[in-house]
């Protein structure tokens, strides 16, 4: 039977995306199983650069702060370049992970959860050492009009970037595609924004890993109750 017959018979569906067949997910499904992978990327697979191209053009439609679509975006395939952002991650990565604030240590007076932040620990660890091997680095970016950042609230500068990157990611696994939001090169910003060449009013957001992923199976991760978190008219 034609693939795509027996994925409908299953009651999932398809969508021809130009270079690959990719599942149909519901709003809420696509929402609640975008998740961050780190160990179920496959480091062996190419990743078309047209694939990379669809996800970012659906990006684009996403909203900047008084529509000046300020942001830019390097994607970054070649070897020795990810060699050299890779090594730059790897230190950093690991800094962090020695450090009081590394997920592998937070609640540790929760066992439940203490395990489940080990594994987030386990997992940043694991890309750490491997992250170069990842065949498609996304690193969304910012140009300002100014030498450093402007006094007052960060969240209008940063907000004309980071739902695009999101909605980067969320393109990305519609299309079998797994991705993490990292920024831990973040610490080193200087040396990797020299690596790449940027100029001086550019400042990166992040750092997306992005590859086909390992199996297809992702379910909504733990979190806690709505009402623990939820404030209704004043805290």
Not at 102 to 112: E, M
Not at 116 to 130: E, K, M, Y
Not at 149 to 158: E, K, L, N, T, V
Not at 200 to 229: K, M, N, S
Request: charged residues 20%; neutral net charge; glycine residues 6%.
């Amino acid at each position: 039977m034609d693939p795509r017959l027996a994925a409908l018979a299953h009651g999932y569906g398809v969508r021809e995306f130009g270079v690959m067949t990719a599942p149909i997910l519901t709003p809420d499904e696509l929402l609640t199983t975008t998740r961050a992978v780190r160990r179920r990327l496959d480091l062996t697979r190419p990743v078309p650069m047209q694939l990379v191209r669809e996800c970012l053009d659906i990006a684009l439609q996403a909203p900047t702060g008084s529509n000046r679509q300020n942001w830019h975006w390097i994607v970054v395939t070649d070897t020795t370049m990810r060699a050299a952002i890779g090594e730059v991650y790897r230190r950093s990565a690991h800094e962090y992970l020695a450090s009081p604030g590394s997920a592998a240590g937070l609640f540790a007076d929760d066992s439940a959860r203490s395990e489940v932040q080990q594994r987030v620990g386990a997992s940043v660890a694991f890309l750490a050492d491997r992250i170069a091997e990842v065949p498609v680095m996304v690193i969304p970016c910012l140009r300002l009009k100014t030498e450093g950042f402007p006094p007052g609230s960060q969240a209008d500068i940063w907000g004309s970037v980071l739902p695009a990157a999101w909605s980067y990611m969320l393109a990305a696994r519609a299309r079998g595609l797994g991705t993490v939001w990292t920024t831990l090169h973040l610490d080193y910003e200087s040396e990797v924004a020299q690596l790449l060449g940027l100029p001086e009013h550019v400042h990166q957001a992040a750092l997306i890993p992005t590859a086909y992923c390992v199996g297809d199976r992702f379910r909504p991760a733990p979190r806690q109750p709505l009402d623990e978190v939820l404030h209704i008219d004043r805290w």
